[in-house]
């Protein structure tokens, strides 16, 4: 009787461990297969476009996109090399400080009443606020978002706010008014056909209201007391 039963133990536990080195074995032929499959942009399924049907070849891939595309045009492209933007050397190439001051923009801007002294006035909150020291902490990135949203654009945009700054601010009062009007009208009575309209209303509006509360805001500037002279 304790033959059997030992017979017995030694067939349970032969069994158990054959059943246990299955199912290890499983998660390695998973592994090998998952390992061998190519995953395509498309997920590999056939309803689903084709990058190479509807992109041009020269985006097609980040290694095409960076040493090709970028590089035909901007081979100095921080994405490419890596380096700090040259803020200095972008101002002088594209001579913005000259375009600055044959666009008229700084006429403008004493026309509406903001003088170097109340540019002043604005230095203490300017450095209360905390922004100068994030701009410090992550400067690199300051650098670049300056040049790539201020420096790149600004030989464009120079001379249409010069010219913006020089047009009454009445009329972009009542512009910023008829866009919002415009805008309020198509949604209260579900014009959806010219709903498309709004991202032109849109903009229009709230551009229109920033240079119609220019003078408001030079205003307010204005009446700011003077920086204390520190003895």
Avoid: W
Wanted: proline content about 8%; some cysteine.
């Amino acid at each position: 009787m304790g033959a059997r039963g030992l017979v017995l133990a030694l067939c349970v536990s032969a069994a158990g461990a054959l059943t246990s080195s299955g199912h290890r074995s499983l998660p390695r032929s998973s592994r090998t297969v998952s390992r061998s499959t190519v995953t395509m942009e498309n997920f590999g399924l056939s309803f689903a476009e084709d990058q190479t049907a509807n992109t041009p070849v020269e985006i097609l891939g980040e290694r095409r996109l960076k040493t090709e595309f970028i590089k035909s045009y901007k081979p100095t492209a921080t994405v490419l090399e890596g380096k700090p933007y040259p803020l200095l050397q972008e101002v002088q190439q594209k001579k913005l400080l000259s375009k600055t001051s044959e666009s008229g923009l700084l006429g403008a801007v004493e026309d509406l009443g903001l003088s170097l002294s109340d540019i002043e006035k604005l230095l203490p909150a300017i450095e209360k606020s905390g922004l100068l020291g994030v701009a410090a902490k992550n400067l690199p990135l300051a650098v670049i978002l300056t040049g790539y949203l201020l420096v790149e654009p600004a030989p464009f945009l120079i001379p249409i706010l010069g010219a913006a700054l020089k047009v009454p601010p009445p009329i972009f009062a009542a512009a910023a008014l008829g866009s919002a009007a415009a805008e309020g009208l198509i949604v209260a009575a579900n014009l959806d056909d010219y709903a498309a309209l709004g991202f032109i209303f849109v903009p229009v509006a709230l551009v229109s209201a920033v240079f119609a509360g220019l003078p408001v805001a030079i205003d307010a500037v204005s009446r700011l007391p003077p920086p204390a002279a520190k003895v």
